[in-house]
Nanobody
Framework: QVQLVESGGGLVQAGGSLRLSCVSS????????MGWFRRAPGKQRELVAT???????RYSDSVRGRFTISRDNQKSTVYLQMNSLKPEDTAEYYC?????????WGQGTQVTVSS
């Protein structure tokens, strides 16, 4: 089984930056598609960014150009570099690992952007 642990969330002013990390353990995730999702208060969970094992990336329109997803398979870690943060980026951010029909989630890390 894969376990995912996120870190790096916090409180930041608008225009600032944060880097989220997601460390996986239990089973190697080098062949997995890894992703970041978020859920804002009162809203549904939404895709932020994904990265395949070939390091093909995909972003939501709302974060493209501001956020960057990357992975370091040697460290079993996926990162989300978030720049030019906006108050509407405030949400709980979740890491996701997916391989065919197998899918696992982390516990989440809170990001709060003040105006």
């Amino acid at each position: 089984q894969v376990q995912l642990v996120e870190s790096g969330g916090g409180l930041v002013q608008a225009g600032g930056s944060l880097r989220l990390s997601c460390v996986s353990s239990g089973v190697s995730t080098s062949g997995y598609t890894m992703g970041w999702f978020r859920r804002a208060p009162g809203k549904q969970r939404e895709l932020v960014a994904t990265i395949t094992r070939e390091e093909i990336t995909r972003y939501s329109d709302s974060v493209r150009g501001r956020f960057t997803i990357s992975r370091d398979n040697q460290k079993s870690t996926v990162y989300l570099q978030m720049n030019s943060l906006k108050p509407e980026d405030t949400a709980e951010y979740y890491c996701n690992a997916r391989y065919t029909f197998y899918c696992v989630w982390g516990q989440g890390t809170q990001v709060t952007v003040s105006s």
